[in-house]
């Protein structure tokens, strides 16, 4: 069993990284031969050693760093706040009736049309762009989590009545563990929106230090090597924030049977 599963996952990983290596041999052949213009296109070996240059001698590292401290602690803030507001929502009648009305209304605003609001709420400094990646996270944790503990099965509220469980009883030992895979679910989807919200901030409010910065010097200097060597550090970023997703929400929901 241990041996088809490994085998599985070995045909699937061949087949995920079979388009990316065609895509690299269409971008080496297209810069080397002269189908792609190279000042647009830079060859591999260049983005290699700007992204050797960059490591070396301007703390490419350290831009990382920055923009990862700045994902992780707006997700945090929007994952903790949205979690909080989704229960309020879900487990009051009278706050349900009279916020999520207007909640309903506001999320269908796009994330960017927010960036106005809060350069003159916070400023252009690291406060907005936290604000901005806890933004991003808050909403999919909160419709996520209100659905999870909207639908919490009503044997189980019963119960939770007939023991005369008292509020902070029921949220924990009832609607929690029953919104879990819900939970899980917004989880997973604020921790990727605030890494895309992380890299608007970056480029859209006041620039500095991080990988968003990155890429506009790379633009201003029409230095194409160093702003594919950051389009490139946001996309594997990205990819490896979306597997620890992954195995966050497997290991949250490892109690529930496994189908088939």
């Known amino acids: 069993m241990t041996e088809a599963i490994a085998s599985a996952r070995l045909i699937r990983f061949r087949r ?120 991003a996270a808050f909403i999919p944790i909160v419709l996520n989590t209100y659905e999870g503990m909207r639908n919490a099965p009503a044997d189980l509220v019963e119960v939770g009545r007939a023991l005369r469980f008292n509020a902070r009883q029921r949220i924990l030992r009832i609607f929690l563990p029953s919104a879990m895979p819900s939970i899980a679910t917004g989880v997973h989807l604020g921790l990727i929106y605030s890494w895309l919200a992380t890299v608007g901030a970056e480029y859209f409010l006041a620039v500095g230090p991080g990988i968003g910065g990155l890429v506009i010097a790379g633009r201003e200097r029409f230095d194409m090597a160093l702003v594919m060597v950051g389009v490139l550090i946001l996309g594997l970023v990205g990819f490896l924030l979306n597997r620890i997703a992954y195995a966050l929400e497997s290991h949250l929901l490892r109690w529930r049977p496994q189908q088939g």
């Open 16 to 135: 995920g990284i079979t388009l990316p290596i065609l895509l690299l041999i269409a971008w080496e052949v297209s810069s080397r031969t002269g189908l792609a213009d190279p000042r647009f296109l830079p060859s591999l070996e260049e983005v290699m050693l700007t992204a050797k240059r960059e490591l070396v001698d301007n703390d490419l590292t350290g831009e990382l760093g920055f923009s990862l401290m700045r994902n992780i602690t707006g997700f945090l803030i929007g994952g903790v706040a949205g979690v909080a507001f989704a229960s309020l929502l879900a487990l009051s009648r009278s706050a349900d009736m009279l916020i999520t009305p207007t909640f309903n209304g506001l999320k269908q605003i796009s994330l960017l049309a927010w960036i106005p609001l809060i350069s003159v709420w916070f400023g252009f400094g690291e406060q907005a762009k936290i604000a901005f990646v806890a933004l």
